[in-house]
């Protein structure tokens, strides 16, 4: 066995602790695009992964979140689920179209916990992913007919969250009950219940938001992932007089 004399290595430990950060930076690694995988082999493509999280304290039984997804989503080419972590999730896809089906179709619940899913970007970690957004469609009451326009139905998707899309149908000449509109929501922050409007000269109107497909929700706080009876506001009503305004 070769031994090493200790005044060689601490002299050798010593030119080790001499290199600055400037001779690191000197080096790196150059990746050419030929060197990436496309996944043709079998090797993971990451063109086509989600990583998601579902919106709940409680222990998710992974068996079983997989079966429900798959049968929900029913990819043509087929899906992939791995556990990153107890709470992580990596959703492997294996075409453009099953992936975007996905990500336009939402929200999308397991156990009635809302996931929260993001497309994973070619330079981003998984664990690294912030997962704080969902997106809804959301109905919009008693919208005056004077407000009616596509620029309209974007600012109030911009009021309540980020703007997605609108439903091609609004718009299209026949009366309907409510405008629709697709819109990225920041699950950190309460739900925007109502909007008011008015033009130059005029009064102001209350327009109503109604969540589609709305599943864990508390009445008193108007946050996402718990109820009433989990909400940490409740401790503000030691006599029991709660109030709702999300009721």
Not at 232 to 241: A, E, Q, R
């Given at each position: 066995m070769t031994t090493i004399n200790p005044r060689k290595q601490l002299d050798m430990n010593a030119t080790y602790a001499a290199l600055s950060i400037e001779e690191e930076d000197?080096?790196?690694?150059?990746?050419?695009?030929?060197?990436?995988?496309?996944?043709?082999?079998?090797?993971?493509?990451?063109?086509?992964?989600?990583?998601?999280?579902?919106?709940?304290?409680k222990v998710i039984n992974f068996s079983a979140m997989?079966?429900?997804?798959?049968?929900?989503?029913?990819?043509?080419?087929?899906?992939?689920?791995?556990?990153?972590?107890?709470?992580?999730?990596?959703?492997?896809f294996f075409h453009e179209i099953d992936i975007r089906r996905v990500l336009e179709s939402g929200p999308w619940t397991f156990d009635q916990h809302i996931l929260l899913v993001?497309?994973?970007?070619?330079?981003?970690?998984?664990?690294?992913?912030?997962?704080?957004?969902?997106?809804?469609?959301?109905?919009?009451?008693n919208l005056p007919i004077g407000f009616l326009s596509e620029k309209v139905l974007q600012n109030i998707g911009d009021y309540i969250g980020e703007f997605q899309a609108s439903d091609e149908n609004?718009?299209?000449?026949?009366?309907?009950?409510?405008?629709?509109?697709?819109?990225?929501?920041?699950?950190?922050?309460?739900?925007?219940?109502?909007m008011r409007l008015k033009k130059s000269g005029g009064d102001w109107v209350w327009i109503d938001f109604k969540y589609e497909r709305l599943q864990i929700f508390c009445f008193i706080c108007g946050l996402l992932g718990h109820t009433?009876?989990?909400?940490?506001?409740?401790?503000?009503?030691?006599?029991?007089?709660?109030i709702k305004p999300y009721g």
């Open positions: 000197d080096g790196g690694l150059i990746i050419t695009g030929e060197e990436f995988e496309d996944g043709k082999d079998g090797r993971i493509d990451f063109r086509y992964c989600l990583v998601g999280r579902f919106l709940t304290d997989k079966n429900t997804m798959t049968a929900l989503w029913r990819p043509g080419k087929g899906i992939c689920i791995k556990d990153l972590s107890p709470t992580l999730f990596l959703f492997q993001k497309r994973l970007g070619e330079l981003e970690q998984p664990h690294a992913v912030p997962l704080y957004h969902t997106s809804f469609w959301i109905q919009i009451y609004n718009l299209m000449g026949v009366w309907r009950n409510y405008m629709r509109i697709r819109v990225s929501i920041d699950v950190r922050k309460p739900l925007k219940r109502r009433e009876r989990q909400c940490p506001s409740l401790y503000d009503y030691p006599d029991g007089d709660i």
